[in-house]
């Protein structure tokens, strides 16, 4: 892989600025995330850190709504907006000699947006259509119930909100979301491509340098509720989610959990792929992923089935999960590597990969790992290292989650290990 540099600049408000120079490339990309995510939102206002996102584009400076899309679509950056439970994260790629440009824009719509109550009801609307889509996508609706019996109150929120409370949200609260959350202390950009770091520090000053704004307040936490759910829904289809605990990123063990994981559900040679999908046929989709917070982690299962095979596709699935405890093969561990490496390589060419990569180990390390040192990670990954993690933090603890007509026996999941310490703390 190329050699590639990451420097770090902090400065007196708070801000953290991240630059890795990516020479070979012709574009850069810059990310920015707020702590001004939906685990902010007031109880009553689920939705209101997303309608601020949403009102936050449309004007700023001296650019009403239509002029500053212009200016951006001439500066031809290809961008986003997200809201997460932590973050407002805005995004754009470019041709590198057009970041200063965008810098200047996006340093107008961070710090003097325009908030216009005149279009309220448009940016409502954008945040109530979101929500209606989200809520028909059954495999979304069943993936943010699974994080809701995992993780405590504020932090397995959504952003998408409730119809009612985007309903009765006031351009004045939107406006108060924004002074209280939209601050340059703990705000991270990330800048990577083709930079001079030194240039994207003095520019960055220059434009975030004298940004005020409050601090955070501090978050309370509601313990999550237990046990195993269903949610009615008239469908042919059914789908399972099964969640666990597991280390968060931040842990010395996180990379033996992924490769585990990766064992389980990366590509089609993987077992769940295999196991349930083309040997048995018993969905049309099944999945595991690693899911992390700052210090708390989990591993997300999900497959979709008919209501005729859910209760066998439930039953295989878990079984497949408690056998993972038993161990993985040397071949499992070498396609797995192959794969990851090769995502690696293609990250090193994305300027945008690169930004939002770095932005987010800042954020769950409060440092940045280089590509080549998650290379020199994986390369240490072994069946020896990961089968001593498995043998030590076997999947247990399962909490099962259901969307279709009827509830399925969760017996199987119903299984507890005492000396288990894959679950993290907030």
């Not at 405890?325 to 797995?336: A, F, K, S, T």
């Amino acid at each position: 892989m190329p050699a590639s540099s990451i420097d770090t600049y902090q400065f007196d408000n708070g801000l953290t600025l991240l630059v890795e120079q990516m020479p070979w490339l012709e574009s850069a990309a810059v990310t920015f995330l707020l702590p001004a995510g939906c685990q902010r939102d007031p109880t009553t206002q689920p939705g209101l850190a997303k309608l601020t996102a949403e009102m936050l584009q449309r004007g700023c400076g001296n650019l009403p709504s239509r002029e500053l899309e212009q200016a951006m679509d001439q500066l031809g950056l290809a961008r986003s907006t997200a809201v997460t439970n932590y973050h407002t994260r805005l995004s754009a790629a470019m041709p590198a000699t057009r970041l200063p440009a965008a810098l200047s824009l996006y340093a107008d719509l961070l710090q003097r947006p325009l908030l216009p109550a005149t279009q309220i009801d448009d940016g409502r609307m954008v945040c109530i259509q979101e929500l209606l889509a989200m809520q028909d996508d059954l495999s979304q609706k069943l993936m943010e119930q699974l994080r809701i019996r995992q993780y405590p109150d504020p932090y397995s929120r959504s952003a998408h909100g409730t119809l009612e409370a985007l309903q009765e949200i006031s351009i004045d609260d939107v406006q108060q979301f924004y002074t209280q959350n939209f601050t340059p202390r703990e705000t991270i950009i990330s800048i990577a491509g083709n930079v001079n770091s030194k240039e994207m520090s003095q520019t960055v000053n220059a434009l975030f340098g004298n940004w005020t704004g409050h601090e955070t307040s501090q978050i309370n936490t509601t313990p999550p509720p237990g046990g195993h759910h269903h949610l009615e829904q008239e469908s042919n289809q059914t789908q399972i989610g099964i969640v666990f605990p597991s280390v968060p990123y931040s842990h010395p063990d996180y990379f033996q959990a992924r490769g585990a994981v990766g064992v389980l559900s990366d590509g089609m040679s993987s077992r769940l792929f295999s196991e349930v999908r083309e040997k048995r046929g018993l969905c049309y989709t099944v999945f595991a992923m690693c899911h992390t917070l700052r210090e708390q982690g989990c591993v997300l299962t999900y497959a979709g089935t008919t209501t005729e095979r859910a209760q066998e596709t439930l039953d295989v699935l878990l079984s497949e999960l408690i056998r993972l405890g038993d161990g993985i093969l040397p071949e499992e561990l070498g396609r797995l590597k192959a794969k990851i490496k090769s995502g690696l390589i293609m990250q090193q060419e994305s300027s945008n990969s690169r930004a939002s990569s770095i932005a987010a180990d800042w954020h769950l390390l409060g440092k940045v790992r280089t590509t080549h040192e998650l290379s020199q990670i994986l390369d240490d990954l072994s069946c020896d290292s990961i089968n001593h993690y498995l043998a030590n933090n076997r999947p247990t603890n399962f909490r099962v989650v259901t969307l279709g007509q009827d509830a399925l026996d969760t017996t199987g999941a119903n299984t507890t290990d005492s000396t288990s310490t894959n679950s993290g703390v907030l």
